[in-house]
C-alpha cells in the first residue's frame, strides 16, 4: 500500500548503503598495503619505544617481543613506565636488564584530566636517537620481522608514517562482538590509497597501537607535544602529520602483530568509553554516523524478520561485508559474521554511553580522571 513506500524506500536505500559498504571494502582489501615477509636488514637506527601504565599482567610478551626484534642491526629499546601504580616497573626493568641497547626511564607526570599516553609517547621521542622510530603498546605481540618489515615498507613507499593494523584477538562474546568493527570500518569507509595523502581530517587514520614514523617528519609536524590535549592521539598525530605535508596511513600488520585489547566486557565498555565520544569530531557527527550506522546495518535486518526482501538483501549485504574484512585482517569469519547487526547496535550504544560520560566528566582510563579535553 501506498503509505508503506516510505518505509520500503528507506529500507532500500539502507540496502543499498550495506552493498556499497561490502564493495568497497572489497576494493580496499586489494590495494591494502602488506609489508614484506622476507626484509633485508635495516641499515639506519631505529628507536624501540614502549610507553607502559599499570600493565604488570600483560607487558612481558609484548617487551619480550619487542627486545627480540631481527634485521636490525643499529637498535635503542626504551621503556617509559607511565607513573605505574602496581608492579609494572618491576617487571620490565627485569625483562630489560640483560639487553644493552634497552632502557626502562620513568616518565613524568601528564596535565591533570588527560589520559597521558600522548605526553608518555612525547617524553619517549625525546630520549630517541632513531631515525625511525617504533611506537608499540604494551599489548602488541609483534612478529621478529615485523620491524624490519614496517620500515622497509615506509621506505618502499616513500610514506612518513605507517600504522600496521595488528590481528586483534578476540576472546569472550563481548570481545568478538565489537572488537572486529575497527578493522571493518576502515577497510568499508576509508579510501586507503587517497587518504595516504588527503589532508582532510574525515580521510585519515592510524592505529596507535603499532605506529612506525620517520623522525624528521614527526619533528616537522610538532610531534606528540602537538597533541597531548587529544584522547585519540593516534588520529590527531597523523592528521598533524598531513597538515604538515606528510603522508601516511594504516597498512596490514595482521601477520606480523597481534593485539589483546580487552580482557571482558567490562574493560572493553571503559576502553570504547573513554574516547569514543571524541572519534567523529563533535556530537552532531556522532549522531549523524550512528544514525547512518543504523540506517544501513541495523534497519535491513530488522525489516528482514517481517519478511522483506530488500532487508534480506541488505542482512546479506552487511554479513558479507563483515566476512570479507574478517578474512582479509586474520579475524574470525563465522559465525560471528552472522551477528554483524548486533554488533553495530553495540557500536552505537557505547558511543552514546562515551558522550554521557564526556558531559557528565565521568570519565577515567588507568586510575586518571578524563576531564576538559577534546
Not at 59 to 82: C, F, M, N, Y
Not at 241 to 260: P, Q, T
Not at 272 to 294: M, P, Q, R
Request: glycine letters at 10%; one cysteine or more.
Amino acid at each position: 500500500m501506498s503509505r508503506f513506500r516510505p518505509v520500503r524506500a528507506m529500507i532500500a536505500a539502507g540496502t543499498v548503503l550495506a552493498a556499497a559498504g561490502s564493495a568497497h571494502s572489497a576494493w580496499n582489501s586489494t590495494v591494502l598495503r602488506i609489508p614484506p615477509t622476507d626484509p633485508p636488514p635495516v641499515t639506519e637506527h631505529v628507536s624501540l619505544l614502549m610507553p607502559v601504565r599499570n600493565e604488570a599482567g600483560r607487558v612481558g610478551p609484548a617487551l619480550r617481543s619487542l627486545l627480540a626484534q631481527e634485521h636490525l642491526p643499529r637498535t635503542e629499546v626504551i621503556v617509559l613506565d607511565d607513573q605505574s601504580t602496581d608492579d609494572t616497573g618491576d617487571v620490565v626493568r627485569r625483562l630489560c636488564g640483560p639487553c644493552r641497547h634497552a632502557r626502562v626511564v620513568r616518565g613524568t607526570a601528564p596535565k591533570p584530566g588527560s589520559p597521558g599516553k600522548a605526553h608518555a609517547c612525547h617524553q619517549l621521542a625525546s630520549l630517541a636517537r632513531g631515525s625511525v622510530l617504533v611506537f608499540v603498546d604494551a599489548d602488541v605481540v609483534l612478529a621478529p620481522h615485523a620491524v624490519a618489515s614496517s620500515v622497509a615498507l615506509l621506505r618502499s613507499t616513500g610514506l612518513d608514517l605507517v600504522s600496521p593494523f595488528p590481528r586483534q584477538d578476540a576472546e569472550g562474546p563481548a570481545n568478538r562482538l565489537v572488537q572486529p568493527l575497527l578493522q571493518w570500518s576502515w577497510l568499508t569507509a576509508l579510501p586507503l590509497r587517497r587518504a595516504e595523502s588527503s589532508p582532510r581530517p574525515a580521510l585519515s587514520a592510524a592505529n596507535g597501537q603499532f605506529l612506525v614514523v620517520d623522525a624528521t617528519a614527526l619533528y616537522e609536524c610538532g610531534g606528540f607535544a602537538a597533541v597531548t590535549d587529544e584522547v585519540l592521539e593516534d588520529m590527531a598525530l597523523i592528521r598533524a602529520l598531513k597538515r604538515a605535508g606528510g603522508r601516511g596511513g594504516i597498512v596490514d600488520g595482521s601477520r606480523i602483530a597481534r593485539c589483546r585489547m580487552y580482557d571482558g566486557w567490562r574493560d572493553l565498555r571503559e576502553g570504547y568509553g573513554k574516547s569514543l565520544w571524541t572519534a567523529f569530531g563533535s556530537g552532531g557527527g556522532a549522531a549523524a554516523v550512528c544514525t547512518l550506522l543504523v540506517w544501513a546495518y541495523v534497519v535491513p535486518p530488522l525489516a528482514a524478520l517481517w519478511g522483506s526482501r530488500w532487508g534480506a538483501a541488505g542482512y546479506v549485504a552487511a554479513v558479507t561485508g563483515r566476512a570479507l574484512t574478517a578474512r582479509r585482517t586474520g579475524g574470525r569469519c563465522w559465525p560471528d559474521s552472522l551477528a554483524h547487526p548486533v554488533s553495530v547496535g553495540l557500536l552505537v550504544a557505547l558511543t552514546a554511553r562515551s558522550w554521557l560520560g564526556h558531559r557528565r566528566s565521568t570519565l577515567t582510563w588507568k586510575g586518571r580522571p578524563l576531564r576538559g579535553w577534546r
